[in-house]
Nanobody
Framework: VQLQASGGGLVQAGGSLRLSCAASGRTFSSYVMGWFRQAPGKEREFVAVISWSGGSTYYADSVKGRFTISRDNAKNTVYLQMNSLKPEDTAVYYC????????????????WGQGTQVTVSS
């Protein structure tokens, strides 16, 4: 599956952004989808994951209550709604597709989008 992330940008602290990740291929609904982020000089870290049906989601503690992951299998798209953004959320955000057993580790995911930059100013 090929992934294309979009929706990043510059926003003030407390603001909101919605990231989108469009997938190609007819098997999108069979994949677990995740969002990860990587700040300069840091390792890529888990943000959120959603099951193939959308019925199960899981979040990193740092974003819980502020970010919401969702998917529309009819549109082959996964979203990340980000509210109450903080400067420490600044990073390149990546979407990823993985098998049904994929969890929170980047190594669980085999397909990655190109990343979209999110910058939160204080």
């Amino acid at each position: 599956v090929q992934l294309q992330a979009s929706g990043g940008g510059l926003v003030q602290a407390g603001g909101s952004l919605r990231l989108s990740c469009a997938a190609s291929g007819r098997t999108f609904s069979s994949y677990v989808m995740g969002w990860f982020r990587q700040a300069p000089g840091k390792e890529r870290e888990f943000v959120a994951v959603i099951s193939w049906s959308g019925g199960s989601t899981y979040y990193a503690d740092s974003v819980k209550g502020r970010f919401t992951i969702s998917r529309d299998n009819a549109k082959n798209t996964v979203y990340l709604q980000m509210n109450s953004l903080k400067p420490e959320d600044t990073a390149v955000y990546y979407c990823a597709a993985g098998p049904p057993y994929a969890g929170m580790a980047p190594a669980d995911f085999g397909s990655w989008g190109q990343g979209t930059q999110v910058t939160v100013s204080s």
